[in-house]
């Protein structure tokens, strides 16, 4: 019997440029057998290896460094806000209508509903919204649903309104903003869409991310915001013998309250593909932007008004505990400082009833966490609880006369502590939770160096692993050298057009400096020229997700 032929080797050298490696800080070449890589090293050692069986590609003095890992995404809400209505320029209610009213094609949405993202009243210099009868009019009578640029209110005309049976629900009033219930109602009478046009959004999505240098994504999904269809097509493209294998890896959560590990077992069983855990949009609070963040002081522009809880103390107690018995992952929605509060009361509860050392072994993880005091953080790190964070909130939202400042007066001081958390040894990743921020890795580092609270600023090469290896780790990834480029490690990389590369520090009293040989750290790019590294390639386990066409073997 004749063997049949070997399947020929995929193996590719790239070099002349820039390697991340721990294995060598001055690398410039790595060679990708497959879906691994088989080598990093220097140009000379590249020369006396390459052969013709391989292909080699010329960086031509490009970075080339571990992909990036959203730790926070929805990925329908993200194609959704990419192929809809822009509203983050408007700056009044009349600009905000003339929109709606020119909005026409892909805007308008499936089954004719006008679709937007982005809109926020602080920027404009008179705050007052339209009415939903404004908004019926400028839609010609068509449903509408515009979300805030935080995704935790929106505003509707009276059409849509009408269709979702949004009277007498909460969050529901005069005006045309709807929070709290009504806003769920809202938004999922208003993605209410077929099967094929979910997924198109969530393609749309996959590829804005492999453009911009992610190789993994970790999908938020929720009742509140989708349905299980919505996780289920999600979860498919991850399906190697369909294009999942060309898109970024999706990490799927599934955010539902479980009562007990038999109703944790129900609702997994029930979701028909699997989760990573019970947790991310598990809502325990709200946003600062539309006032529902659950805050322990008034907020500073509406007296009496300091935002809404949305689950118990006890029963996020009796989530976190089933999940800690089944070692699974839970964890919440939390923005507040009263709301931590009852995050942190609720695992107090867990680990009376089941145990710390099981709390802790579960590796949960709260999602946002804006406002921590030093006494939540070190109850987070007692319990090793990973904060998934946004860097570019603070960027946006965190100076001196910005939404924080608005909102909190000066409690906005201190605000995303991540240098205490780093001090402190809570494990930290970061996202954009896109659509709230665009899909901009290296904005969001960037934000990380120039933190708005001098003493929360970390060094790039801490953020950037933030973003890479410890977002594989948060999802508790099967393979533990994820987000590495060593000999073993997943060949799942993006290649980086930069102009200068140099070590960081977040200290501006220190001059950053280019690698000097007894420091061996990997250089990253500069980033206080304000002009983010573009995308030449990304590739997840050594096959070719996005190219812009610069690089050619």
Same mark, same amino acid.
């Given at each position: 019997?004749?063997?049949?032929?070997?399947?020929?080797?995929?193996?590719?050298?790239?070099?002349?440029?820039?390697?991340?490696?721990?294995?060598?800080?001055?690398?410039?070449?790595?060679?990708?057998?497959?879906?691994?890589?088989?080598?990093?090293?220097?140009?000379?050692?590249?020369?006396?290896?390459?052969?013709?069986?391989?292909?080699?590609? @010329?960086?031509?003095?490009?970075?080339?460094?571990?992909?990036?890992?959203?730790?926070?995404?929805?990925?329908?809400?993200?194609?959704?806000?990419? @192929?809809?209505?822009?509203?983050?320029?408007?700056?009044?209610?009349?600009?905000?209508?003339?929109?709606?009213?020119?909005?026409?094609?892909?805007?308008?949405?499936?089954?004719?509903?006008?679709?937007?993202?982005?809109?926020?009243?602080?920027?404009?210099?008179?705050?007052?919204?339209?009415?939903?009868?404004?908004?019926?009019?400028?839609?010609?009578?068509?449903?509408?649903?515009?979300?805030?640029?935080?995704?935790?209110?929106?505003?509707?005309?009276?059409?849509?309104?009408?269709?979702?049976?949004?009277?007498?629900?909460?969050?529901?009033? #005069?005006?045309?903003?709807?929070?709290?219930?009504?806003?769920?109602?809202?938004?999922?009478?208003?993605?209410?869409?077929?099967?094929?046009?979910?997924?198109?959004?969530?393609?749309?999505?996959?590829?804005?991310?492999?453009?911009?240098?992610?190789?993994?994504? /970790?999908?938020?999904?929720?009742?509140?915001?989708?349905?299980?269809?919505?996780?289920?097509? /999600?979860?498919?493209?991850?399906?190697?013998?369909?294009?999942?294998?060309?898109?970024?890896?999706?990490?799927?959560?599934?955010?539902?309250?479980?009562?007990? #590990?038999?109703?944790?077992?129900?609702?997994? @069983?029930?979701?028909?593909?699997?989760?990573?855990?019970?947790?991310?949009?598990?809502?325990? @609070?709200?946003?600062?932007?539309?006032? #529902?963040?659950?805050?322990?002081?008034?907020?500073?522009?509406?007296?009496?008004?300091?935002?809404?809880?949305?689950?118990?103390?006890?029963?996020?107690?009796?989530?976190?505990?089933?999940?800690?018995?089944?070692?699974?992952?839970?964890?919440?929605?939390?923005?507040?400082?009263?709301?931590?509060?009852?995050?942190?009361?609720?695992?107090?509860?867990?680990?009376?009833?089941?145990?710390?050392?099981?709390?802790?072994?579960?590796?949960?993880?709260?999602?946002?966490?804006?406002?921590?005091?030093?006494?939540?953080?070190?109850?987070?790190?007692?319990?090793?609880?990973?904060?998934?964070?946004?860097?570019?909130?603070?960027?946006?939202?965190?100076?001196?006369?910005?939404?924080?400042?608005?909102?909190?007066?000066?409690?906005?001081?201190?605000?995303?502590?991540?240098?205490?958390?780093?001090?402190?040894?809570?494990?930290?990743?970061?996202?954009?939770?896109?659509?709230?921020?665009?899909?901009?890795?290296?904005?969001?580092?960037?934000?990380?160096?120039?933190?708005?609270?001098?003493?929360?600023?970390?060094?790039?090469?801490?953020?950037?692993?933030?973003?890479?290896?410890?977002?594989?780790?948060?999802?508790?990834?099967?393979?533990?050298?994820?987000?590495?480029?060593?000999?073993?490690?997943?060949?799942?990389?993006?290649?980086?057009?930069?102009?200068?590369?140099?070590?960081?520090?977040?200290?501006?009293?220190?001059?950053?400096?280019?690698?000097?040989?007894?420091?061996?750290?990997?250089?990253?790019?500069?980033?206080?020229?304000?002009?983010?590294?573009?995308?030449?390639?990304?590739?997840?386990?050594?096959?070719?997700?996005?190219?812009?066409?610069?690089?050619?073997?």
């Amino acid at each position: 019997m004749t063997a049949s032929p070997a399947a020929p080797r995929n193996v590719t050298l790239y070099r002349n440029g820039s390697v991340y490696t721990a294995a060598d800080p001055f690398a410039t070449a790595m060679l990708v057998d497959g879906d691994t890589v088989a080598w990093v090293g220097s140009e000379q050692a590249a020369t006396s290896i390459a052969d013709a069986s391989m292909t080699v590609i @010329d960086l031509q003095g490009a970075l080339l460094a571990p992909g990036f890992v959203d730790s926070h995404v929805h990925l329908t809400e993200t194609g959704i806000a990419l @192929d809809s209505l822009q509203l983050a320029g408007v700056r009044s209610a009349a600009e905000l209508l003339d929109a709606v009213a020119a909005s026409s094609g892909p805007a308008s949405g499936a089954g004719g509903t006008v679709l937007g993202h982005g809109w926020d009243e602080t920027a404009w210099a008179d705050p007052t919204l339209p009415t939903r009868d404004e908004i019926d009019r400028a839609a010609g009578g068509r449903p509408v649903y515009l979300s805030r640029v935080d995704a935790h209110s929106a505003l509707v005309s009276g059409s849509l309104a009408a269709k979702a049976g949004l009277k007498g629900l909460d969050g529901y009033g #005069t005006g045309s903003q709807v929070k709290r219930s009504a806003h769920t109602a809202a938004r999922l009478a208003a993605r209410r869409l077929p099967a094929d046009i979910l997924r198109g959004y969530q393609q749309r999505a996959l590829a804005e991310a492999a453009a911009n240098g992610y190789v993994a994504l /970790a999908e938020m999904a929720a009742p509140h915001i989708g349905s299980v269809e919505d996780l289920q097509l /999600a979860a498919a493209w991850n399906d190697t013998g369909t294009d999942g294998a060309k898109v970024p890896e999706v990490l799927p959560y599934w955010g539902e309250l479980a009562t007990s #590990t038999e109703h944790a077992r129900s609702l997994l @069983d029930g979701l028909g593909v699997p989760v990573l855990g019970l947790a991310g949009d598990l809502t325990l @609070d709200g946003s600062i932007g539309s006032r #529902t963040a659950s805050l322990r002081a008034d907020y500073t522009d509406a007296p009496g008004e300091r935002g809404s809880l949305y689950i118990s103390v006890a029963d996020a107690a009796a989530h976190l505990a089933a999940c800690s018995l089944l070692g699974i992952q839970a964890g919440f929605h939390v923005i507040g400082d009263a709301g931590l509060d009852a995050a942190l009361d609720a695992l107090d509860l867990a680990a009376a009833e089941v145990g710390e050392q099981r709390v802790r072994a579960a590796g949960h993880r709260f999602e946002h966490v804006e406002l921590a005091d030093p006494d939540a953080i070190s109850r987070l790190a007692r319990y090793s609880v990973t904060v998934s964070a946004q860097p570019v909130f603070d960027a946006l939202w965190g100076g001196g006369s910005s939404l924080y400042q608005q909102r909190l007066g000066d409690r906005r001081q201190g605000m995303n502590p991540f240098a205490s958390f780093y001090a402190a040894g809570v494990p930290i990743c970061f996202g954009s939770d896109s659509p709230v921020t665009p899909l901009r890795p290296w904005s969001s580092v960037r934000a990380c160096l120039e933190h708005t609270s001098p003493a929360e600023q970390i060094s790039a090469r801490a953020a950037f692993l933030g973003h890479t290896r410890a977002g594989w780790r948060a999802a508790r990834y099967r393979n533990p050298i994820a987000g590495q480029l060593v000999p073993g490690a997943p060949a799942t990389f993006a290649v980086w057009e930069v102009e200068e590369l140099m070590v960081q520090v977040a200290d501006g009293r220190v001059q950053s400096w280019s690698t000097d040989p007894r420091a061996r750290t990997p250089l990253l790019p500069a980033l206080d020229t304000g002009t983010d590294p573009v995308c030449l390639q990304t590739v997840r386990d050594g096959r070719e997700l996005y190219t812009n066409g610069a690089l050619g073997a």
